[in-house]
């Protein structure tokens, strides 16, 4: 297939829990088109609520099959919505990158969960699916994350950007690909995303998410707090490395009632700690970037966004000024791993998840022909 572009769909659900994220590339394993094809199917507050109850969980039960399933329903309608609004046919489409959602992740044990049945998601679209994208780097020793750095050395090539560069994904948790000018790939799981003031939010507001970040804008952030929550060990690792959603959920939570904040200054220090985890991943790459480029939820958030920018004293600007889709990058990470995975081609490599070689990863799953 090496050589020749096909059409691949890419399916992200993140640890935000906004939803299920479509998109469809075409591309050889090595080269990619952006199609610019791409929706979203929020999940309901419902099923919701039930994915939260799975986080944590190193089996499965019956509870979390149910989850499961149901999660993959809503793939299933993403695609069949991507398809309809497209004018493609399942036909046209090569193969399916399906990530799941992750429940648990602890590579220091060997352990990544990510659920959904990609057996089920491959029979109800008639279409090949690859998925289990992390177990193999958690296998062989890697982190398992990030897997996105090799599709953003893809994007890269050809890209008017001034070497070396970071792109910044903000979803639960923030990560960080570094590239430099010979197009080493260096990434790691800064720290906590949106996860940490999403979940804050919730709790305070019933809404799902600072919107604009105009809560944490309204309060003052607590300066103490963030000096505190800069000193878990974590910060000190050297990468690579990665994080659980609910790492340093504790610990946060603690620090933040401990200072007695209201919900507006309560907001602001999350966010703080957000940016000040990703001002601290500085300290691990070669050479600081000369700019960054911002991609996931995260980057809608304009109190973030503007923290950045002060504290990192270079250009920080979302990944949509290079003609990219910032809210479709990481599905259309998966639809480009998928074809990777057909074409032989490694997913991950020592500079990206700590595997000692580059790992080949994913499972192939295909659809069932009726007896």
């Known amino acids: 297939m090496q050589g020749n572009q096909v059409k691949a769909i890419g399916l992200m659900s993140g640890t935000s829990l906004d939803g299920v994220d479509a998109a469809i590339l075409e591309t050889d394993g090595e080269n990619v088109r952006r199609t610019g094809h791409f929706v979203t199917v929020p999940y309901d507050p419902a099923l919701r609520q039930r994915i939260r109850g799975c986080f944590g969980n190193l089996v499965a039960d019956d509870a979390e099959n149910d989850v499961a399933d149901d999660i993959t329903d809503v793939h ?16 046209d489409i090569e193969v399916i990158g399906f990530h799941g959602q992750t429940v648990f992740h602890d590579p220091a044990r060997q352990i990544t969960r990510q659920i959904g049945n990609p057996a089920r998601l491959a029979q109800a679209l008639s279409v090949p699916v690859v998925a289990d994208f992390r177990l193999e780097d958690v296998a062989r020793g890697g982190e398992g994350a990030p897997l996105a750095p090799v599709y953003h050395g893809a994007l890269l090539r050809g890209a008017q950007v001034e070497f070396p560069v970071a792109i910044l994904n903000i979803g639960g948790v923030s990560n960080v690909t570094w590239v430099g000018d010979d197009r080493e790939l260096l990434a790691f799981d800064c720290g906590p995303g949106n996860a940490r003031l999403d979940d804050w939010v919730l709790r305070h507001t019933g809404r799902d998410f600072d919107h604009n970040g105009a809560l944490a804008a309204s309060g ?25 959603r609910e790492d340093m959920a504790r610990s946060i939570d603690d620090l933040i009632m401990d200072a007695g904040l209201n919900v507006a200054n309560g907001a602001a220090t999350l966010a703080g700690c957000t940016v000040a985890s990703i001002v601290a991943a500085v300290n ?30 270079v250009p920080v600007t979302s ?16 639809a480009f791993l998928a074809v990777r995975h057909l074409c032989q081609l490694p997913l991950s490599f020592p500079g990206t998840t700590g595997v000692k070689a580059p790992c080949f990863g994913g499972r192939l799953y295909h659809t069932k022909k009726a007896a």
Do not use: T
């Open 76 to 91: 299933v309608d993403a695609v069949n919505l991507l398809l309809a609004q497209s004018g493609y046919q399942a036909r």
């Open 319 to 334: 990944v949509d000024m290079l003609s990219w889709d910032g809210d479709a990058v990481e599905a259309e990470c998966f």
């Open 220 to 244: 003052q952030s607590d300066a103490m707090v963030e000096v505190e929550f800069l000193k878990n060990p974590y910060f000190d690792r050297v990468p690579p490395k990665s994080l659980d």
């Open 284 to 313: 691990h790459l070669p050479i600081a970037p000369k700019q960054w480029f911002v991609c996931g939820g995260g980057r809608h958030n304009g109190h973030v966004m503007a923290q950045l920018q002060a504290r990192l004293n």
